[in-house]
Each structure stands twice: as structure tokens, then as C-alpha cells.
């Protein structure tokens, strides 16, 4: 068997322009898309150069999963400087973002320490990230972008922080934002495929904690007394989608070593789980253990076993 070579393919070789070129580029689905998946946020754009006083924002959009949040994407094809920096902060300002992503092809170590202390002294409402881009080939094959996080949120020391503070909550919503934050802990400090959300604001039974790839989410669920994970499918191909992974059926129950339950489609929504047989009750905080630990094995084999597939769809 020939194996094939890496090679990085400089940045302007693709992309001459940073506003005519690399937005136009990032702000299509598809690539946005990679970028959701690479830190964890279901990003939909909204608009691109945008206004903000005298200066233009590259990207503008919102967490899907919380139409509240606005996110600010800055593009930069060189090496970090303070011009952006002050940009990024200037324009999470300006339209109030909860998420501000800093891209560029090399992030200084002063600027990674800038955006670290950022991260630390801000409260737990806002998110800096700083992702440095790579172009990347085999051999003679079309080239393909890696996204590199060099910085994302203190989830650690912001979770501790809101703790702290008083909330009021109701007793409900208070036991699952203390469930899905020894949950965050556990999954963290024992490592884990996925991309974890901060639980600071998780006080519902349901915990979406992975992107596969657009319209496809791994999410947690403590609905009493059932304790499972889904796949959830979502969008127009909803029913395509449902019915050509359902060809593999059999094969997919065997690798999961379950079967699971296939949701009859809607037409933009349909769930593919797998549940817990014990019946569990978190309210017993002595049972967090073992459901947490069965609820990371199946999360990770629901996304080993369709991350591929859903990516593969024809549809």
C-alpha cells in the first residue's frame, strides 16, 4: 500500500483576500459548519462585513441553540495582531456578543495570554476563542482546512465562579445544573471526544453536548424516570437522512451492542436513542456516578458510529 504525503499549503495560495475571499468562504453552510464542530457551538451567520461605527465585522451570527447569543467571527490570514485584538473587543461590544472567534493563521503567545486573561476576568456569559487555520493536501488531492483551538473559555474556573454566585432557581432547575456540572467535570477529567458546553445555563432534562455536523447533534437526556442518549436529526432532509441510515440498521445496533429506537421522522425532526435500562433517579446523588458513566459510553458510540455515516450523506 502507497501512503500519501501531508503538505501545508500557504494561506494566500487560496485565499488572496481576506474580505473577498476567506469570508465568502467561511460564511458558506458547509464551511461554517466544520467550524461549528471543531468548538462545540452550533453557529448559523446571519450577515457578513458587517457595519459596527466606522469599522465592518467579518462575520455575524448566533448560537442556534440559543437565539440570544450573538458571535462575532474575526478573520485574519497572518499572524495575530494588536489591531484585531482591539477590533474583536470593539465589536463584541458593539452588538453585545456572547461569543467572540479570533481566526488566524498564527496566534502570538502575548495575544494567547491576552485572550486567556480575557477568558478569566470576563463572567461567564462571555466566550473568546483563538483559532489559528491550516491548509493541509495529500499528495496532489484538493486541500482542506484545519481549525487549531489555541484558546477557548476557563470552563473550569467560570463554572466555579457561577456557583459561587446566589441564583434563583427553582429546586428542578437547580438539581440539573448541578447534575450537568459534575457531568461537564466528569466527561472533562476523564477525557472525552466531544467538545463540552459550559452547563452554566443547562437547567433543562435535556444536555446537547456534540455538533457531528450540521443538523446532527448528540444529545443527553434525564426524562423521569428514562435516562438515554439521542441522535437527534434536524432540518429539511430530516426523513432522507432518517431512512438511509436505517438501510444499515442491523450493523449499527451491533457496533452501539443495543438496539435503539428509531423514531418515526416529522418533517424536520426525528431522534435515533439508545436508553438506559436501570431506571435512574438524580435526585439520588449517590446514583450520579453510574448513570454519568453509562450516559459517556453511549454518547461516545452513538458519535462513533454515526459521525462517519451522517458525514457520507448524499442527500
Known amino acids: 500500500m502507497n501512503l500519501g504525503k501531508f503538505q501545508q499549503i500557504d494561506l494566500r495560495e487560496y485565499w488572496g483576500n481576506e474580505a473577498t475571499d476567506f469570508t465568502p468562504w467561511l460564511a458558506k453552510e458547509e464551511n461554517i459548519a466544520i467550524l461549528s464542530e471543531t468548538i462545540g457551538i452550533d453557529i448559523e451567520v446571519e450577515d457578513t462585513e458587517v457595519s459596527i461605527g ?8 448566533k448560537d442556534r441553540d440559543s437565539d440570544n447569543n450573538k458571535i462575532i467571527i474575526e478573520n485574519q490570514l497572518e499572524k495575530s495582531n494588536h489591531d484585531h485584538l482591539g477590533k474583536i473587543i470593539t465589536y463584541a461590544s458593539g452588538v453585545n456578543a456572547s ?10 503567545e502575548e495575544h494567547r495570554q ?3 486573561w480575557l477568558n478569566e ?12 487555520i491550516e491548509l493541509w493536501k495529500i499528495d496532489d488531492s484538493n486541500p482542506a482546512p484545519r481549525f487549531n483551538i489555541i484558546c477557548r473559555p476557563n470552563e473550569w474556573a467560570k463554572t466555579t465562579r457561577v456557583r459561587a454566585e446566589p441564583k ?3 429546586g428542578t432547575k437547580s438539581l440539573y445544573l448541578e447534575y450537568w456540572t459534575y457531568l461537564f467535570d466528569y466527561f472533562n477529567q476523564r477525557g472525552t471526544c466531544f467538545s463540552l458546553r459550559k452547563p452554566a445555563a443547562r437547567t433543562k432534562d435535556i444536555y446537547k453536548i456534540n455538533i457531528i455536523t450540521r443538523g446532527f447533534s448528540i444529545v443527553l437526556f434525564l426524562k423521569s424516570p428514562g435516562i438515554g442518549c439521542d441522535l437527534w436529526i434536524e432540518g429539511d432532509n430530516t426523513k ?8 444499515e440498521k442491523e450493523i449499527i445496533d451491533k457496533e452501539i451492542g443495543k438496539e435503539l429506537y428509531w423514531e418515526e421522522p416529522e ?12 431506571n435512574g433517579n438524580i435526585e439520588d446523588r449517590e446514583q450520579w456516578e453510574e448513570i454519568t458513566k453509562w450516559l459517556k459510553k453511549y454518547a461516545e458510540l452513538l458519535y462513533k ?11
Open 114 to 116: 491576552a485572550i486567556d
Open 267 to 278: 418533517e424536520k425532526f426525528s431522534a435515533i436513542t439508545v436508553c438506559r435500562e436501570e
Open 54 to 61: 466606522s469599522f465592518k465585522a467579518d462575520i455575524l451570527g
Open 99 to 108: 461569543v467572540i472567534i479570533w481566526i488566524c493563521s498564527k496566534i502570538t
Open 305 to 315: 458510529t454515526f459521525s462517519e455515516r451522517v458525514k457520507n450523506l448524499k442527500l
Open 121 to 132: 476576568h470576563t463572567d461567564e456569559n462571555i466566550n473568546f476563542f483563538a483559532i489559528e
Open 168 to 170: 434563583v432557581l427553582s
Open 240 to 247: 432522507k437522512a432518517v431512512f438511509k441510515l436505517k438501510e
